[in-house]
């Protein structure tokens, strides 16, 4: 079992899942976060230790950091912050910045772009950024009018070529009711190529889904999808809902239901699957689900009362299982990479009062391994050995097996190219044979 690793502590109550973000790319694992006026990043390789804390972005003067989104492409990492003076008048600005990843932990970052900033209400969460097949810049944000003269809110879509110049692409407006901007929450679900893009987000009054859709030239019109087990309306933010396409187009959905159970279902952009409930307990919050492209998974995190769990579709969905341990204090917002082959991240927060700690900790997808038999000075197989594996590169280790009655062990890891080496021990035995210098890599 796992222990997660702390990446940094907080004196103030982050709790919104738009405070932490976290990726896996050039061999490293991100993990970006606010803290205090800044928004700050902290990189570490498997078996190392968390980097130094570096600035992305510090709030502009007179401002406030409510929070940001962040996702990862290849090298480059794009940021959506959420900069602005707080009131339900105040005068807020949606700031956009990339930057290119290094593999030695660096960021060489654009100029800030200040993308649109009307008078809004607080959104606390409910802003989001994206990249699709074709280079296309994408954000998805509420908004609200000043004073909430009505048309209320309006929910709208933009994107860019470059991530300097920015055209609204999409705007919902309603007339009347209640509708809180700040609880319009979505997911950008761009295609696996081509520069098709689908939108879809909650309506506070309603909790069902709607979807939009961006074919490559023009935005197509609002469709309701009504949910048999609909949002409660107080959980339509902060992880109300996550998402994500796979390498056939098939969009996933995950959801808390308004009777607090986990729910789940796809869509094929024509079709929508059943609605599947992933866990049957009513203290569920906070889901969060990740694709694997190398074979085709799914996995699901959540927080179920006051401990995280997880569940993984490969042709059926296997059982809840307890990835990072049992060892929890007051967990909150879990959210994971959205897309990886090696390593699926998350980050959470815990702690019931300052300092409060980020927490990080991963799936290995296991797609090699790396093998052997612990044995005597005689070579006969030597059981129950305690088994360490190391990086080649910097001889960092990695994590710890005990091998079994006949001396076996098995590490999993996640490509075929990364150099590791084994020691093994056993207390009372001089020499323990079976380990080598070598480079070894999984197979």
């Not at 927490?359 to 050995?385: E, F, M, Q, W």
Request: hydrophobic residues 35%; proline residues 3%; negative net charge.
């Amino acid at each position: 079992m796992r222990t997660p690793t702390t990446v940094a502590t907080n004196d103030v109550d982050v709790g919104a899942s738009s405070q932490r973000k976290t990726f896996y790319a050039l061999t490293r694992f991100w993990v970006f976060y606010r803290e205090g006026t800044s928004v700050k990043w902290r990189s570490k390789q498997e078996g190392g230790t968390w980097s130094d804390a570096q600035i992305a972005f510090t709030s502009y003067s007179g401002y406030t950091l409510f929070g940001f989104d962040a996702c990862v492409v290849d090298s480059e990492v794009m940021l959506l912050i959420h900069d602005g003076i707080s009131g339900t008048d105040g005068t807020v600005g949606l700031v956009f910045k990339k930057g290119t990843l290094a593999d030695t932990g660096n960021i060489t970052w654009s100029d800030p772009v200040e993308i649109v900033s009307p008078r809004v209400k607080y959104n606390w969460s409910c802003y989001h950024v994206a990249k699709a097949a074709d280079g296309t810049y994408w954000i998805a944000t509420p908004r609200t009018t000043p004073n909430w003269v009505s048309p209320y809110a309006y929910y709208k879509i933009y994107s860019s070529p470059d991530g300097i110049t920015w055209t609204e692409r999409y705007s919902k407006t309603r007339v009347g009711g209640v509708f809180e901007a700040r609880y319009v929450t979505s997911v950008i679900l761009p295609e696996a190529s081509g520069a098709v893009v689908y939108f879809i987000y909650i309506d506070y009054e309603e909790n069902d889904l709607y979807w939009v859709k961006w074919n490559g030239s023009s935005m197509s019109g609002e469709t309701l999808h009504s949910l048999t087990n609909k949002l409660a309306i107080d959980a339509v933010h902060d992880n109300a809902i996550s998402g994500c396409s796979d390498g056939n187009n098939l969009k996933h959905i995950v959801w808390i239901g308004a009777d607090n159970k986990l729910y789940y279902k796809n869509w094929d952009g024509t079709t929508w699957s059943s609605e599947t409930c992933l866990d049957s307990t009513v203290t569920c919050t906070y889901p969060t689900i990740g694709y694997v492209p190398a074979n085709n998974n799914l996995h699901v995190f959540w927080i179920r009362g006051a401990q995280i769990y997880h569940r993984k579709y490969t042709t059926t969905w296997e059982t809840a299982d307890q990835p990072f341990g049992t060892s929890f204090t007051n967990p909150v917002t879990i959210t994971c990479d959205i897309k990886n082959n090696v390593h699926l991240g998350a980050v959470w927060r815990e702690g019931s009062a300052s300092p409060y700690s980020i927490k990080h900790d991963r799936i290995s997808i296991v797609l090699y391994t790396i093998s052997g038999v612990t044995r005597d000075s005689a070579g006969n197989p030597l059981g129950g050995c305690t088994v360490w594996l190391f990086t080649t590169l910097g001889k960092l280790f990695v994590e710890e097996k005990t091998s079994d009655v006949n001396g076996n062990y098995s590490f999993n890891v996640g490509d075929n190219t990364t150099q590791y080496f084994i020691r093994a021990h056993k207390d009372g035995t001089p020499n323990v044979f079976g380990t080598t210098d070598r480079n070894l890599v999984g197979s």
